[in-house]
């Protein structure tokens, strides 16, 4: 795509007179799941440098570790003791009971990121760090240890916002990364390639803007990097590091890891790299042209790769704002279901068939991305089955949970869920009716400038309306209509887009 700005302006702030409501509905639908009407009016009050200020904030907001990854990371040591010392049978069931326990941890640290990106304030930076993740791809498939994949989110909710190098150095020593990447397999005479490939192509480059020599010879600068016994923590061993010079991008020394590290973000392509995959998660399934993506590239290294003033620069620019970009952009899974439940005002429910089977069932598995290069995203995300996911998961937001059909593991768990206050899992019968109260077609309105990017659908005012004015003319039937609409605008096409 072709945008209709210059490269010169593109990342140019956007003027204050270009702020309005319109703008700030698309800002927190892109920056983070929905705009709801009250943060709306906060936005345009406060201003777009404030706003962006509050979306990015300095310190991170981090995810308190859960219950069950705190047990599972305190079992781990003693686990790895047992499993060197157990016999073929005894491993093989202490592998099934290490599975399932990950399993449970997992369910747990998935349900309270949920709670975390749901809360308003949260939404942006937990969806940024939703986006760094899928840059520094890990598995849950491969990590078969929860306690490994919180800390690996958890550094990277630490670092970013601020240098990216600083991220990727730390991503370097992340447990899950080195499990993950077979940095723990990589031998002084035998230096395992794949961290230095995907550094290279994934991480900071791009593809085409590096050498297999280049790969070969920052393999031999991460060979050492392992992990201590009990599985948990980062440590380097010397004996097995190549202390021998290295030639990466035609610099020869003996580097590290770090140093190869700043090799690459000492080429061209690395100030363009973040930048592209900032337009493919947040504004376009179109890539920008390369002058527009070097244009920000050089301003953001001019900012010394720092993450949050790209961020800021990001969304706070002209181009981000302009009408080419706004309202044509599909929801990932994450995106919807958080986006439901903000604009239902609703909160996440803590039981994983409820939370985290509809998930699954749309196509996006929390901390199981199909590969190392993440989720896709875009037109990959609908098909009549992942459709017929994000309508049955409207329509179950409309009715209560059957608590008789709980199992009592469950029953405990919304038990304590409410005993701390949190009650609103589902939609009460009342909640529409401020809209039923007024006329059809003032109720139509409504409920699209509350739930959809484009207001001005014509079409699909005058149908919500005639629904709305179909049928008995009584109160209570004229609530069931106007509730019934919510639902369908929900379900409809446009709802899909942000």
Same mark, same amino acid.
């Given at each position: ?23 700030? &509905? ?89 709670r975390l990106a749901s809360q308003p304030a949260n ?64 031998? &002084? +005479?035998?230096? +395992? ?7 290279? %192509? ?13 790969? &070969? ?26 202390? @021998?010079? #290295? ?56 900012? +010394? ?18 009408? %080419? ?5 599909? #929801? ?72 008789? +059909? ?6 405990? %768990? ?6 701390d206050g949190t009650v609103n899992f589902t939609e009460? &019968? ?11 077609? @003032? ?56």
């Amino acid at each position: 795509m072709t945008p209709s700005l210059s490269p010169a302006d593109a990342w140019q702030p956007l003027p204050p007179s270009s702020w309005n409501s319109e703008a700030a &509905k698309h800002l927190l639908r892109r920056a983070g799941w929905t705009a709801r009407p009250a943060e709306v009016e906060q936005a345009v009050s406060a201003g777009l440098p404030a706003t962006l200020d509050r979306l990015f904030p300095a310190e991170p907001i981090l995810l308190p570790k859960p219950r069950q990854v705190s047990r599972l990371e305190d079992e781990t040591p003693g686990y790895q003791q047992r499993l060197r010392a157990a016999s073929v049978d005894e491993k093989r069931m202490l592998q099934r009971s290490s599975r399932e326990r990950t399993q449970m941890a997992l369910q747990d640290m998935s349900i309270k990121w949920l709670r975390l990106a749901s809360q308003p304030a949260n939404s942006a930076f937990a969806k940024w760090v939703h986006f760094l993740g899928d840059v520094y791809v890990v598995s849950s498939e491969k990590i078969q240890n929860a306690a490994l994949l919180f800390q690996h989110f958890d550094i990277i909710a630490r670092q970013a916002l601020g240098p990216a190098p600083t991220l990727t150095k730390a991503i370097s020593r992340s447990p899950a990364m080195v499990i993950y990447l077979d940095l723990n397999q990589s031998q &002084k +005479n035998a230096p +395992n390639e794949n961290f230095a490939r995907e550094l290279f %192509e994934l991480f900071v480059l791009g593809e085409g803007n590096y050498s297999e020599q280049d790969i &070969k010879e920052a393999a031999r600068a991460f060979t050492g990097y392992r992990l201590q016994a009990s599985g948990l923590e980062f440590r380097s061993i010397p004996a097995q590091h190549d202390t @021998t010079p #290295k030639t990466v991008f035609g610099q020869t020394a003996p580097f590290t890891g770090d140093g190869v590290i700043d090799l690459a973000y000492a080429q061209p392509a690395a100030a363009s790299f973040l930048p592209h995959e900032m337009v493919k998660f947040y504004l376009s399934d179109s890539p920008l042209p390369a002058g527009h993506l070097a244009s920000l590239g050089t301003l953001w290294r001019a900012d +010394n790769f720092n993450l949050r003033a790209l961020a800021q620069r990001f969304f706070g620019s002209r181009l981000f704002f302009v009408p %080419e970009f706004r309202g044509n952009f599909i #929801k990932s899974p994450v995106q919807f279901y958080l986006g439901l439940v903000q604009d239902l005002e609703l909160e996440i429910t803590p039981l994983p068939r409820y939370a985290l089977t509809p998930l699954r069932q749309m196509g996006q598995t929390l901390y199981a991305p199909p590969n190392i290069r993440g989720w896709v995203g875009g037109r990959n995300w609908i098909n009549s089955s992942t459709i017929a996911a994000r309508r049955a998961l409207v329509e179950s937001l409309f009715v209560p949970i059957d608590e008789k +059909n709980l199992n009592a593991d469950e029953q405990i %768990e919304l038990l304590a869920a409410r005993a701390d206050g949190t009650v609103n899992f589902t939609e009460p &019968k009342e909640s529409f009716d401020a809209f039923a109260r007024t006329d059809p077609d @003032t109720a139509a309105v409504r409920l699209i400038a509350t739930f959809l990017p484009s207001p001005d659908d014509d079409s699909l005012r005058k149908n919500l309306s005639q629904f709305i004015a179909a049928g008995p003319s009584a109160e209570a039937e004229r609530f069931r209509r106007v509730r019934r609409a919510a639902v369908t605008l929900l379900q409809s096409p446009a709802y899909q887009l942000c």
